[in-house]
């Protein structure tokens, strides 16, 4: 089943599609250079012992993002 | 292909000038890339030089120099901190951004991750915009082929449009190949169709893009080399504008599209580096400005201003690089990849993630415990016993009986006493140390302990600059340099001496030893000094937490920043070569530490501890002065004085105090501790002395090298006077607090 949420609100070994930033300057900067585009799939992959931050799949690297800004990243489960 | 034919060695570390070239036909070539693609490692290969490269984003914290000759020719290679992007967001990221647009080489090399090579390709496109003399290297090849990754080079060198060789640079394969094609694209031959020179581009690439390009030139005169298309409305901005810029271009100078696009953003920053670089205000000249205006009334017609437009092109460059991808890389999921994700899921699991973080902790400390034992005492007898030897050739020659007492009871036995009693843990510590950054489990524990420090509103990745504290706080503090924000850097900074250095792990396993694990040796005994160890440096651990707090809570205040953290996938170390080099470095750096701070001091020290003053030695009247004081904390006047002796370096401390206390201003032969505790107790120390005595060990200030360090890197007096403060504060307070309730309940 398709659903819309947060990327931060992904379970371990979930996978989805992104759809929106929510983020604006700096931070939307450093998500875009990472590879974090509207259409981009993302897996979360860890998460760590008190489930922030996480580590998400992104573009072939493991890249860790803690919630707040995890939060602001739209995203559509496949 | 060996190392060292035909390179030549490289010069000393130093920053890079803008359009600073040592020699004249020298050819700068920038090397740039994605943080922890092995740029560093391809730079040591090609220039033969010694610089650190472990496992964690962000390991090159400046830029270095080196230079080789291949066939020839000479050049200059300068390798730039990671990014992820020419947008900069760091100052090391503009630092490298700044060296690619502004420095003057004549050509860049892009390192690439091949297990990666979507996003790294992301920077490759942003350089191809920039300039055309660029050679896309695809590193890692080793480890993309173990991961199931397989690259169609061919096809992306005739997509891209520009040399791309692969590379395994940790075994030294390609490089020979990449510095062909850096002279390829560097060589100067006429272009067809074109006044400007340059090496033409291999036919496939033209002829795959002629579609995709109008066939005009964009770059500096020169063949189009950008196979970046932006959107319908951007490219017919970019028509207008282009050609006002190539018009006022210098030559040396980032290509006109870069230049438009820039334009066309509007970032104030990176506009004033531009006008910086160039000498005058490229938007203001006449044609420009006029190019420009009607360029954004266009722009704005199609509702792509400002974030839209910088979203636009960002997502146009991740686009690109994607489809350039496409049909290049084949994947297939591969048994190692399965296994480190295992790995992963078990190290930063809930029940056992921090668990075995401890576990580590504690294994690596008794390792090097355990280990320096032997080679200790090994090096004590025999360095004692060439010191006696020393003393009688001096009695030999006829020397003075003051200068037998300077030069052998002073220099040299503080000089013996700090080697053998520091270097063996070091050469057992860094190694470890080294050999867990290499195989890429530090950014795991930062990842751990980032929840406590966003609670701390400080940054997950004072994690990994405690740990290069273990090692020595000075290069703690210039690991600091990882950290982006320059709020939380400064927490970083400032609470690095918690954490005990290599310096004071002798002093500390020592005074535990005597006072409380005893001296039965074995197992057991180590076992127990490991683990109350770990129990001290997490002490340690804890006030760096609490510093952190309070300190953005009263004088640095602010939010916790935006934090990425990559973890890279598990490389097996390189273990032979981690252990030689570790090893060397080490043994060079104590050996030059001892001879530059510990000698001298045994100097100053004999020198007290010999001269009467109104009938007392120098170093009684000094420890008196300040027995009141340091009673209140819990020690004696002679400890307090080993601390402010030892400002120079930590490992001193033990030694002066055992000569105050023998004040006989020699070091007599002091490694059996049964001896050594024995001499603590007739002077007056108890239970309470030992722990005010490591907790004041553990927090105190920092060494002079330290303290320099720190005022190099935030270049303010007053952040340094704050950074000794701290440590210090805590630490008497902490004295304090241990003493006087001993006395209130134990009666003293």
Known sequence: MRSNKPLAELHEGECARVTELLVQNGMRRRLLDIGLTPGTRVECELKSPSGDPAAYRIRGALIALRRRDAALVLTETE | ?748
């Open chain 2, 1 to 748: 292909m060996e190392r060292g034919n035909g390179f030549a060695r490289a010069r000393a570390d130093e920053p890079p000038r803008p359009h600073a070239r040592a020699q004249k036909r020298e050819t700068v070539v920038a090397l740039a890339g994605n943080p922890n693609v092995g740029k560093s490692t391809v730079f040591n290969a090609l220039t033969g030089m010694h610089q650190h490269t472990g496992n964690w984003p962000g390991k090159t914290v400046v830029s270095a120099r080196g230079s080789c000759e291949v066939q020839g020719k000479r050049y200059l290679l300068v390798d730039t901190p990671g990014s992820y992007s020419l947008m900069a967001h760091s100052a090391e990221e503009q630092a490298a951004r700044d060296f690619i647009c502004f420095g003057g080489a004549d050509a860049v090399v892009v390192v690439c991750d091949a297990s990666c090579l979507e996003r790294n390709l992301d920077l490759a496109l942003q350089t191809m915009e920039i300039t055309d003399r660029v050679v896309v290297c695809v590193n890692l090849m080793d480890e993309a082929r173990q991961r199931g990754t397989s690259v169609d080079l061919a096809r992306l060198e005739a997509r891209l449009g520009v040399p791309v060789v692969p590379a395994c640079a940790r075994a030294g394969q390609g490089l020979r190949e990449l510095m062909h094609a850096v002279a390829c694209v560097t060589r100067e031959k006429p272009c067809q169709g074109c006044s400007k020179t340059r090496e033409p581009q291999p036919k496939a690439a033209r002829g795959a893009r002629e579609g995709a390009l109008d066939g005009r030139c964009s770059g500096c005169c020169c063949a189009l080399c950008s196979p970046v298309r932006y959107a319908e409305p951007i490219e017919q901005a970019l028509k207008l504008l282009i050609p006002a810029v190539s018009a006022v271009r210098p030559e040396k100078a980032p290509g006109a599209r870069w230049l438009a696009l820039r334009l066309l953003e509007g970032d104030r920053a990176l506009c004033e580096g531009i006008d910086r670089m160039l000498g005058f205000s490229l938007a203001r000249q006449p044609e420009v400005a006029c190019a420009l205006t009607q360029a954004k009334q266009s722009l704005s017609r199609a509702h792509l201003t400002g974030a839209a437009l910088c979203d636009a092109i960002a997502d146009t460059l991740v686009r690109t690089a994607g489809e350039l991808c496409a049909g290049v890389i084949q994947k297939t999921p591969t048994k190692r990849e399965r296994r480190d994700r295992r790995l992963d899921r078990i190290l930063t699991s809930r029940r056992a993630g921090i668990p075995l973080m401890l576990l580590l902790l504690i294994g690596v400390f008794w390792l090097t415990i355990t280990g320096a034992n032997l080679p200790s005492q090994l090096l004590a007898d025999g360095l004692f016993r060439f010191g006696e030897q020393l003393a009688k050739w001096l009695a030999l020659a006829g020397a003075p009986e003051w200068l037998r007492g300077l030069a052998v009871d002073g220099a040299y036995r503080v000089l013996a006493w700090v080697v053998s009693v520091m270097l063996p843990p070091m050469a057992i510590f860094f190694p470890l140390f080294t050999l867990l950054e290499d195989l890429g489990y530090l950014p795991r524990v930062a990842f751990n302990l980032d929840r406590c420090f966003q609670k701390c509103r400080a940054c997950g990745k004072q994690a990994l600059t405690m740990a290069m504290g273990f090692g020595c706080n000075a290069a703690g503090v210039v690991g600091c340099r990882i950290i982006d924000s320059p709020r939380e850097r400064l927490i970083a900074i400032l609470t690095n001496s918690f954490v005990p250095c290599n310096g004071r792990f002798p002093t500390l396993t020592a005074i535990l030893t005597m006072f409380f694990v005893g001296n039965s040796g074995g197992l057991g005994a180590s076992l127990l000094c490991a683990l109350l160890l770990t129990g001290l440096v997490l002490l340690g651990v804890g006030m760096t937490f609490l510093a952190s707090r309070l300190l953005s809570g009263t004088v640095l205040r602010g939010v916790p920043s935006s934090f990425t953290l990559e973890l890279p996938p598990y490389r097996r170390p390189q273990l032979g070569k981690v252990l030689v080099r570790s090893v060397l470095d080490r043994t060079l750096f104590v050996l030059g530490r001892a001879a530059a701070v510990a000698a001298p001091a045994g100097v100053l020290l004999w020198c007290m501890a010999n001269l009467a003053v109104g009938g007392r030695t120098l170093l009684a009247v000094c420890a008196s002065a300040l027995d009141p004081v340091a009673r209140f904390f819990g020690l004696d006047g002679v400890i307090l004085l080993a601390f402010v002796l030892g400002f120079p370096a930590n490992e001193i401390v033990v030694p002066i105090i055992i000569m105050a206390y023998l004040s006989q201003g020699s070091l007599v032969e002091m490694n059996d501790l049964s001896l050594l505790r024995a001499l603590l107790v007739q002077n007056g120390w108890t239970w309470v002395t030992a722990v005010c005595t490591m907790l004041f060990s553990l927090m105190h200030w920092p060494c002079s090298t330290t303290c320099l360090t720190i005022h190099k890197e935030t270049q303010s007096w007053k952040w340094t006077a704050a950074a000794v403060l701290l440590p210090t504060a805590a630490g008497l307070t902490a004295c304090a607090l241990v003493a006087n309730l001993a006395r209130a309940f134990a009666g003293g």
